[in-house]
């Protein structure tokens, strides 16, 4: 799909919808699927989209129109995606404290969901304690933590830590900007697993979906009690 970057970066910057609508549906044509529309042209578009904002090409209005502009756009092919069976695996995704771009959790929930998992999103600038909290609560399958900027490795190697800690069976997820244009990174973190791009968390959800009837995964009913027990704890100060 490389024949296909420069139009669709093209009528990114410059508005047009319909243009980046077209240009997807060319690469579904051609047998793509949502993760690589998003490695293909959304990524290298929005890398783009960065580095001219450094250098003043764009501004932060652009960036945002832009950024609202190709997620209405990817939701409409998402839409044509059936939803996960019952008792799918569940995946939690969420920017770290001070991450404010979920642009591309919002992307990687629909590519989950199109692998078969459930996927959740707690958005950007998610406070760690919030965040561990839910983990705590909840129990999911796995965790995806996003990475903009390489200074917040530090901050995400706590959270791992953190949530090994209340959930030891729930698998820890990075990916972002920053592991994309460094993948060592995604070591010193300590997660179970990185990922460059949206095709490679593809085949590892792909690859790892837990196995197990639907009996065994977590009912709604019993997810509900979870919640009102940890609640009544934290009301009674207990």
């Known amino acids: 799909m490389a024949d296909l970057s420069g139009p669709f970066l093209v009528a990114l910057l410059s508005g047009d919808e319909r243009g980046v609508e077209e240009l997807f549906e060319r690469a579904v044509a051609r047998g793509a699927d949502l993760a690589d529309l998003a490695r293909s042209l959304v990524e290298p578009s929005f890398d783009e989209v960065g580095r001219m904002w450094c250098t003043g090409g764009v501004s932060v209005a652009e960036e945002h129109l832009a950024t609202s502009l190709v997620y209405r ?81 530090p901050e995400c190697a706590r959270t791992v830590e953190e949530i090994r800690k209340v959930s030891p069976a729930t698998k820890t997820l990075v990916g972002g900007s920053a592991i994309r244009h460094d993948v060592a990174l995604a070591g010193l973190t300590g997660a179970d697993a990185g990922f460059s791009d949206a095709v490679a968390l593809r085949d590892w959800l792909l690859t790892n979906r837990p196995c197990r009837p639907v009996s065994e995964a977590p009912q709604p009913d019993a997810c509900r009690a979870n919640v009102a027990e940890a609640l009544r704890k934290r009301t009674s100060g207990r």
């Open 73 to 153: 756009a990817f939701s409409r092919q998402a839409v044509l995606v059936p939803c996960p069976p019952l008792g799918a695996p569940r995946l939690l995704l969420a920017c770290l404290a001070g991450e404010f771009h979920e642009l591309g959790i919002l992307i990687v929930s629909e590519v989950a969901r199109a692998a078969g998992w459930q996927a959740e999103v707690l958005g950007a600038n998610t406070p760690r304690p919030a965040a561990i909290r839910h983990i705590a609560v909840h129990r999911p399958d796995a965790v995806g933590l996003s990475i903009a900027l390489p200074s917040h490795v």
